[in-house]
């Protein structure tokens, strides 16, 4: 059974650096095509993709965001970190782990954490 | 960078059918999935590669994609299926994933 579960601070200060933790079950980031990324969404908007790490620890980030992000994984614990620096209240969103599986190459999300709420105060 | 342009909204009398569009260029040469997303949930995976439904989600959605346009039709509609959808693909140039800015689909 897959399940993917994200934690964090629910609170952070403009200018702070929030680090989020998704803790997963049921696969492994060792496993060729597997990969995860982190998806926000803030308060009735649209889905936003921010980052995402591969099982061969390459890594993409968001254009407009890639000076504040870094994403990392730590295979042995089951566990992928994002870093954004310099937050702002406009970062305020829920915040999401999804799995994917691309051994065809194709990018969906067939797995997804419950969401950490986080919210910037000015 | 690639964009994929959704309706804000779309409305459907129960039992009948909506259709949900998500236009990009040259849409048809990238795979397409969607997302449905009810509120305070997490999004679900209700296609991928355009047409294909995982385990768990009635035939009652479909898929397709042609040209410019990808469309999420749901036939039948139920009151279980009002949500928020939201298409997603990927942009090979960049590497980058790329969500639809979502449609909120309201059975009256």
């Known amino acids: 059974q897959v399940t993917l579960k994200e934690s964090g601070p629910a609170l952070v200060k403009s200018t702070q650096t929030l680090t989020l933790t998704c803790t997963f079950s049921g696969f492994s980031l060792n496993t060729g095509a597997m990969c995860l990324s982190w998806v926000r969404q803030p308060p009735g908007k649209a889905l936003e993709w921010l980052a995402m790490?591969?099982?061969?620890?390459?890594?993409y980030y968001r254009t407009s965001l890639e000076s504040r992000l870094t994403i990392s994984k730590e295979t042995s614990k089951n566990q992928v970190t994002l870093t954004m620096t310099d937050m702002d209240p406009e970062d305020t969103a829920t915040y999401y782990c999804a799995r994917s599986f691309v051994p065809t190459g194709t990018f969906f999300f067939d797995y997804w954490g419950q969401g950490t709420q986080v919210t910037v105060s000015s | 960078s690639y964009e994929l342009t959704q309706p804000p909204s779309v409305s459907v009398s129960p039992g009948q059918t909506a259709s949900i569009t998500c236009s990009g260029d040259?849409?048809?040469?990238?795979?397409v999935s969607w997302y449905q997303q009810k509120a305070g949930q997490s999004p679900v995976l209700v296609l991928y590669?355009?047409?294909k439904r995982p385990s768990g989600i009635p035939d009652r959605l479909s898929g397709s994609n042609s040209g410019n346009t990808a469309t999420l039709t749901i036939s039948g509609t139920q009151a279980m299926d009002e949500a928020d959808y939201y298409c997603?693909?990927?942009?090979?140039?960049?590497?980058?994933?790329?969500f639809g800015g979502g449609t909120r689909l309201t059975v009256l």
């Open positions: 590669q355009d047409v």
């Open positions: 997603q693909s990927w942009d090979t140039n960049t590497a980058h994933v790329v």
């Open positions: 790490i591969h099982w061969d620890d390459d890594k």
């Open positions: 040259k849409l048809e040469d990238k795979d």
